[in-house]
């Protein structure tokens, strides 16, 4: 079919408002969006630059945590060092290694020198492999010298134990429910033992989401806030460690896999 020149003008008049208002209503619902959704300030990095860890930030929890917690309250086998460790390429790498009879690795926190309370938690990390280990990357109530755990609370952003491959743990632990706690997430995610990939908590006043590689893999928004099921309204410190054995990580240890490393690229604090 063939337009005059009158019905010519007036398609594409018609066609010109038409995308004209398509274009006003993506600019609305952005700016709903966006609205809904403000941009949160990154408000601490830590990205693990020059050649050792800054004890500013970050202290050492050593040996095998006798007297009061042996085994660190989960049997586990490993003595903690602050040499089984590198900062290194703008890396963090913790060696978990076997010297004779001993196993040995590195944990460090960062409490009563860094604490959060709410906000985005990111960490970016590569796992390492084998049987009975158990890297982590998760976060304490700092009250806990005041109220013990599990009342002061325990957020896992990240576990994971080689005995179980492609598979992520996100947890919490109140005093209403811990140990084998009910608030928990298990996620097969294949080739999540593949390079470095992203771990996050989004935590407010009402709910904690945890994604992984942006993906939301569980939420935890109880109805009840009482201290024993909501401790979380405080602030919280970071531990990164790497457990060999243990309740959770083991009991069985592969001892051919050792050394092995996990490495953590940065971790962001987004408020």
């Known amino acids: 079919m063939i337009l005059s020149a009158n019905q010519t003008k007036i398609y594409y008049k018609l066609t010109r408002n038409k995308y004209r208002k398509m274009k006003l209503y993506l600019i609305l619902l952005l700016a709903l969006i966006v609205s809904c959704n403000p941009k949160s300030d990154l408000v601490w990095e830590e990205n693990f630059d020059g050649d050792s860890l800054n004890e500013e930030i970050w202290k050492f929890e050593l040996g095998d945590g006798c007297p009061d917690l042996c085994g660190w309250g989960n049997n586990e086998r490993q003595i903690y060092t602050s040499s089984n460790h590198k900062v290194e390429n703008g890396y963090l790498i913790i060696t978990a290694k076997k010297e004779d009879s001993l196993y040995t690795s590195t944990r460090i926190i960062t409490k009563g020198k860094k604490e959060f309370q709410y906000g985005r938690m990111e960490v970016r990390a590569k796992l390492p492999l084998g049987e009975g280990l158990w890297p982590a990357f998760w976060m304490l109530g700092s009250n806990i010298s005041d109220v013990g755990w599990p009342l002061c609370g325990e957020i896992d952003i990240l576990e994971y134990v080689g005995k179980e491959p492609n ?8 005093q209403d429910s811990h140990g ?40 935890f928004s109880p109805q009840e806030r009482s201290p024993e099921i909501w401790p979380f309204d405080q602030p919280f410190y970071f531990i990164v460690n790497l457990a060999v054995g243990g309740n959770f990580g083991g009991p069985e240890v592969d001892d051919s896999i050792f050394p092995q490393e996990f490495v953590v690229d940065y971790i962001k604090v987004y408020q």
């Open 180 to 219: 084998n706690t009910i608030n928990s997430k298990k996620g097969v995610i294949e080739g999540i033992e593949e390079g470095f990939h992203t771990y996050v908590l989004d935590w407010n006043k009402e709910k904690m989401d945890f994604y992984i590689d942006d993906v939301l893999f569980y939420t």
């Open 167 to 174: 598979t992520i743990f996100t947890s919490l632990h109140t």
